[in-house]
């Protein structure tokens, strides 16, 4: 078994125009930016893929990374808990205009829901959002005298994700804080591509350190050195860069 | 003399009701200065939504790791013992009751529990993140906040007039004022500044605040 994928390139030539893509990060923290910059440079060589919609925490931070996708124009529509950071023109202009959707979820719900779309539990209740304006249209039931919301689950066609080690299987470790929802999008998108700063062989994780299986993971692709997103935006970073 | 209590002084107080060993999340911002005025001999164990238990203060400038921050995007560092987790566990620890208490701000507190933290209203980019996770995921939530607005409105209320972050969830409000439990959908008056009468503090707060035995004196060292 070998999941490498020889480049970026190839890792996101498969996505579709209309795709909805989970994208790891808690802000910079996890998020995977060379391949969200190489789906970029195949939308700008090939007009495609548009339509987006995109699944995250956030709505971008500066002019990088999701910030960058969605300033393209290849986003529909966000699905995120909280579409704002310390610069989220990009979006904000966007939304105000009427140009991409935003559907928005109370941050464990979003975690939550992305879990149960990689368990195959179709809907779950919960006390958040219960009596609150994100609730409106839900079903309520009541479990031991409390009022409980319906979530559905949410699923995706890709997650695009970034983790430490991979090895050739798949199976995944991340660092430190940067796991956040990675590996919750790896069970719930049909297909898992995850940027790793080394590929390993198999037997170079220790079974007891695997924090994502192989069996979500459908490619692995090497970014020996990935850029931070919050480190590029302290140096006022533009991608595409322009033209000196 | 004091007058109102300054935010670090609300959050003093809020810090002397944190038992050692307590698991705690401190809502972004003001909330935060809670983990400065923990008294001597105890260490509370501080949560974060994006998967990390056990931090602690933000490292020295030029040596963040930014793979290493907290909710409000802040870098970070670690505590021994401390521990790593994905999105769905954080949460659980938070949605399952496993923390002890929650500490958040406010723009209203209704006497019921309700509480209105989240949107001023319809305009803008609409923003929650964990605010609706966490008013329901402690064993108390605890909110500190000016007794008034800056135009001087009441912020405990009768009911929230703001959109709500959740319903019947708040058990403790610590205000620049006075420390007010909320028991039975009361406001119930535990400890209020000295220098203000009873009377003053009602005309202050938007709904009836009851008596339940001794007020005791609200004090708090000049910090």
Known sequence: ?244 | MTTRLSNAQIAWRAAQDIADGAYVNLGIGFPEMVARFQPPGRQAVFHTENGVLGFGEAPPAGQEDWDLINAGKKAITLNPGAAFFHHADSFAMVRGGHLDVAILGAYQVAQNGDLANWSTGPRGVPAVGGAMDLVHGAKRVAVLTDHVTKDGKPKLVESCTLPLTGVRCVTRVYTSLAVVDIENDHFVLREKLPAISLDELQAATGARLHVDGEIADLIVPEL
């Open chain 1, 1 to 244: 078994m070998d999941k490498r994928i020889p480049s970026l390139a190839e890792a996101v030539a498969d996505i579709p125009d209309g795709a909805t893509v989970m994208i790891g990060g808690f802000g910079g923290s996890g998020a995977p930016i060379e391949l969200i910059h190489a789906l970029i440079d195949r939308c700008l060589a090939t007009g495609s893929p548009r339509d987006l919609t995109v699944i995250n925490n956030n709505s971008g931070n500066g002019h990088v990374g999701i910030a960058a996708l969605i300033e393209q124009g290849m986003v529909r529509k966000m699905v995120c808990s909280f579409p704002r950071s310390a610069d989220p023109r990009v979006f904000t202009e966007k939304y105000l205009a009427g140009e991409i959707g935003l559907e928005l979820v109370p941050q464990g719900t979003l975690a939550e829901r992305i879990r149960a779309g990689g368990a195959g539990i179709p809907a779950f209740y919960t006390l958040t959002a219960y009596g609150t304006d994100l609730a409106q249209g839900k079903p309520v039931a009541e479990f031991e005298g409390r009022q409980y919301v319906q979530e559905r689950w949410l699923k995706a066609d890709v997650a695009l994700i970034k983790a430490e080690l991979g090895d050739h299987h798949g199976n995944l470790t991340y660092r430190m804080a940067a796991r956040n929802f990675s590996p919750l999008m790896a069970m719930a998108a049909a297909r898992t591509i995850v940027q790793v700063t080394q590929v390993v062989a198999p037997g170079g994780i220790d079974p007891e350190h695997v924090v994502t299986p192989g069996i979500f993971v459908d490619g692995v692709v090497e970014v020996a050195n990935p850029a931070q997103e919050e480190a590029l935006n302290r140096a006022n970073a533009v991608y595409p860069e322009v033209e000196a």
